[in-house]
């Protein structure tokens, strides 16, 4: 567990930029970035015990972020 959320900035060093400009341009990116940091935010509420939460949906928020990360990685590819 970190004590920071995981930022798609600090996953994909070097592509700010092209993440930024996706942003902007790629409705489709835009919105997953937005849900990442959504599910991210909410895996750590859930890991800190400021929002407890229940194994599974824990595991669930991961594989959720997980594919959301696999979608991000095609695409900045």
């Known amino acids: 567990m970190s004590h ?10 070097g592509q700010a930029d092209k993440i930024h400009a996706l ?3 790629n409705g489709e ?4 970035f937005d849900e ?3 599910v991210t935010r ?7 015990n400021v929002e407890p ?9 991961r594989k959720r972020r997980l594919l959301m ?4 990685t ?3 590819k």
């Open 4 to 13: 920071t959320p995981n930022e798609l900035i600090d996953m994909f060093p």
């Open 23 to 25: 942003k902007t341009e």
């Open 29 to 32: 990116f835009a919105r997953i």
């Open 36 to 38: 990442y940091h959504e």
């Open 42 to 48: 909410e895996i750590h509420r859930g890991e800190t």
């Open 53 to 61: 939460m229940d194994d599974f949906h824990m595991e669930e928020l």
């Open 69 to 72: 990360l696999d979608r991000v």
């Open 74 to 76: 095609a695409i900045l």
